[in-house]
């Protein structure tokens, strides 16, 4: 079990329910080909600043239960239950700073 969250870049205004839709589209699909934008880049980068991808060599300190998905518009995280209070402040921060929608299915 995992406290899933994902950040995309939208041009404008979704409802939920589209919302929801894009990301189980996205975690089906996993990454998608071609580099992020911008906005998304710069958020992974600040993201894995903090708290590095998950890897055999930090399994232990990690506080993903598996690899993130990155792709072109949007980040996919799943994060540990004992740590999630921790990402989602973070996550929620990072997403003011960078215009990213927040999601939380």
């Not at 919302?19 to 089906?28: F, Q, T, V």
């Not at 996993?30 to 708290?51: D, I, M, S």
């Not at 989602?88 to 927040?102: G, Y």
Request: overall charge negative.
């Amino acid at each position: 079990m995992s406290f899933d969250l994902g950040v995309w870049f939208a041009a404008g205004p979704i409802t939920a329910r589209e919302a929801l839709l894009r990301y189980l589209a996205w975690g089906e699909s996993g990454a998608a080909p071609g580099e992020p934008r911008p906005e998304v880049a710069a958020f992974y980068e600040e993201l894995t600043a903090l708290f590095p991808d998950l890897t055999v060599e930090n399994y232990g300190a990690s506080p993903w239960s598996e690899p993130l998905t990155v792709g072109e518009d949007f980040v996919l995280m799943n994060a540990v239950f004992p740590r999630a209070g921790e990402v989602c402040r973070v996550v929620l921060e990072m997403t003011r700073r960078h215009p990213l929608v927040l999601f939380e299915p």
